[in-house]
């Protein structure tokens, strides 16, 4: 095989390790419409990486973070609902990401890329990115994992019996925007979500208890990348979108 | 009697609006405090202050140091995408063996029921899933918010027993917060009315002649506290400490 299938391969599956668990926490906190916002700022943090002339990974990486605070401080004071707030500032990050890119006048950016994704496209640099955040992220996640989940089935209950509920909050939100922003070079800032969740909801059915749906999930995903992948070099698709309708054809099967 | 908890002049408002004013509650060593009020009145913005949830505007909290506390909140709502067993959602208490588990379900009644998913149990077996999780931590003083809530009446009865013999075998203090006058009047030491400030306070069968009272719950109320001095003698056997001072109302027959 050519190196460039090994290397979106390999770049697939550490994100599906990581997507797996942490998209299972995204759906038992149905936070699936944070985790779409966070992903519509990604471009932003590529078009402002061009501006100043910094790695595009760590422009997407350093604004989605920056994002998700914000996101969280408004969450938590504004009066309107979230899912309006968070409608309004994903559309608002996308727009400005894309008036940005629009002054770049000498710079050629693959906007159907960062869009959509292109796995074909990783880079070997782009493949540390992916792995180091994942093993990270996946770290984090193992540290936090019991607390979380305390914290995710009733947060006042948690509390009582002494989980500091706002730094697990935090770190759970830190540890999504780091995961969206990798995935968004993969799988393209308006599929991220899709990688999350879909997996998740697939592996569903087949677990007793979360870290069998955060397993199995992740092995949805990793099926869903390598199916997507050969479709797509099979039948000249697009690979982000060929992985997650995979993994919808997967989520379909687990319903049968 | 020590107090377990100790609350003095705790006020709070939200957008300019008191919804407590100048609030003083305590909480003795095994002792059961009922607070009951009208929608609206605070009972849960008290709790959560109480329970550190929430901070106060004004007033001061204190705990016996060490203190640990049993809650049960009122609702709870676990996503149906969460696979979790009732025995996996008790041990979420903290590091717990699978036999202190296992001991915490037997004493709930629900042993049964450990390797079911949380989200089919009923409503009392949820009830009593809640409490397991809450006497797991060995609590000095139990929170109780609503504790009947989404159990049906037979079932409100076997709770309110369960709850009885639990505090009775643990010796814990006891912070509850119902609207079911009735259940209230039988088991608590002592009532605190709350509707914004605390209207009135005492021993469950006094409360009855207290115009504040009255004022709060009408005839209704009044009427259970009659019921409640009628059937007395035949109940208290199932209160949690039998040696405590009934005072002269026992004797009086409305």
Known sequence: ?256 | MTSLLEARGLAKSYDARAVLSDVDIAVAQGEIVTLIGPNGAGKTVLLRILLGLEAADAGRVERKPGLTIGYMPQKIEIDANLPLSVARFVGLAGRYTKTQIADALAETGIAARREAPIQALSGGEFQRALLARALLRRPQLLVLDEPAQGVDVTGQDALYDLLARVVARHGCGVLLVSHDLHLVMARADRVVCLNGHVCCTGKPAALGDDPAFAALFGARGAASVAVYRHRHDHEHAVCADPAHDHGPHGHRHG
């Open chain 1, 1 to 256: 095989m050519d190196d460039f299938v090994l290397r979106a391969l390999a770049a697939g599956l550490g994100l599906a390790a990581i997507a797996g668990p942490l998209g299972s926490f995204v759906l038992w906190r149905r936070m699936a419409f944070f985790g779409d916002a966070l992903a519509h700022s990604a471009l932003l943090g590529v078009a402002l990486g061009f501006l100043l002339h910094v790695d595009v990974n760590l422009g997407m990486v350093a604004m989605c973070v920056a994002f998700a605070l914000a996101l969280t401080g408004l969450l938590a004071r504004s009066r309107l609902a979230p899912d309006t707030l968070l409608s309004i500032s994903a559309f608002t990050a996308l727009s400005a990401g894309l008036v940005v890119l629009s002054f770049l006048d000498t710079v050629r950016v693959d906007l159907i890329g960062y869009l959509f994704g292109d796995l074909l496209a990783v880079s070997p640099s782009d493949l540390v990115w992916i792995w180091g955040g994942a093993l990270v992220a996946l770290a984090g996640l193992a540290v936090i994992w019991r607390p979380l989940l305390a914290t995710t089935v009733h947060a006042d209950l948690a509390a009582v019996e002494g989980t500091r509920v706002g730094q697990v909050r935090l770190c759970f939100v830190l540890l999504l925007a780091l995961v969206v922003a990798v995935a968004a070079k993969i799988v393209g800032a308006l599929l991220v979500t899709a990688l999350l969740i879909v997996p998740a909801a697939a592996a569903r059915r087949f677990a007793r208890s979360p870290e069998q749906m955060a397993v199995g999930a992740a092995t949805v995903g990793a099926l869903a990348v390598a199916g997507g992948l050969g479709a797509s070099l099979l039948l000249d698709t697009p690979s982000g979108p060929s992985v997650v309708l995979t993994a919808s054809l997967l989520f379909a099967l687990s319903l049968l």
